[in-house]
Nanobody
């Protein structure tokens, strides 16, 4: 199994920046793709950014040009770090942010495609 732990959340003013990190452990080889989702109270979980097996990326429209996802994988596949750099944050970006790992068909913002989830890290923009 893959275990995921998020970090880097916090409170920032509108227009500020944050960098979230997701540390994935277990055997996480290049067959996995990893995504960031977010969820606010009363709203559905929303896919934000994803990085595929070959390094291709996908972003939801509201964060395009502001957020950037990147991945580093250990040479023995025992660990991977996925970062989400968030710039020009807006109040609508306030949410709990989760990272998720999947190996199924590439459908980056469908949460059903992911079978490993972290506990989340809170981002508050005000």
């Amino acid at each position: 199994d893959v275990q995921l732990v998020e970090s880097g959340g916090g409170s920032v003013p509108v227009g500020g920046s944050l960098r979230l990190s997701c540390t994935a452990t277990g055997y996480i080889d290049r067959s996995y793709y990893i995504a960031w989702f977010r969820q606010s109270p009363g709203k559905e979980r929303e896919g934000v950014a994803a990085i595929g097996r070959g390094g291709g990326t996908s972003y939801t429209g509201s964060v395009q040009g502001r957020f950037s996802i990147a991945k580093e994988v250990a040479i023995d596949y025992s660990r991977a770090t996925v970062t989400l750099t968030m710039n020009n944050l807006q109040s609508d970006d306030t949410a709990m942010y989760f990272c998720a790992a999947g190996r199924d068909y590439w459908d980056p913002f469908n949460p059903d495609r992911y079978n490993s989830w972290g506990q989340g890290t809170q981002v508050t923009v005000s």
